[in-house]
Nanobody, 115 residues
């Protein structure tokens, strides 16, 4: 499985973005997909996740503002981000957990929120 995140950008506080994560390879082996982020000087942190049957979970910091979804037909995962705050500024990464691997990472996409 290979992952590629795209769709970050620069937005003002209160705005919205919807990065996506394209999945290629043996997508049928995926048990879970998720988003993480890493701000400068900070550790990478969990943002949101979705299971193969569509169960979702969110970090407290984004709950109510972000929505994770997956389009299996398009082999793509999305992260709808509304009400963005400057503290959401980070590089966003997607991660897959498959039957063969506990963690496959894609390249990140930069999200910058100006105040």
């Amino acid at each position: 499985v290979q992952l590629q995140a795209v769709g970050g950008g620069l937005v003002q506080a209160g705005g919205s973005l919807r990065p996506s994560c394209a999945v290629s390879g043996s997508s049928f082996t995926i048990n879970w997909l998720g988003w993480y982020r890493q701000a400068p000087g900070k550790q990478r942190e969990y943002v949101a996740g979705i299971t193969s049957v569509g169960t979702t979970g969110y970090a407290d910091s984004v709950k109510g503002r972000f929505t994770i979804s997956r389009d299996k037909a398009k082999n793509t995962m999305y992260l709808q981000m509304n009400g963005l705050k400057p503290e959401d500024t980070a590089v966003y990464f997607c991660k897959a957990v498959t039957v063969f691997s506990s963690g496959t990472w894609g390249h990140g996409t930069q999200v910058t929120v100006s105040s």
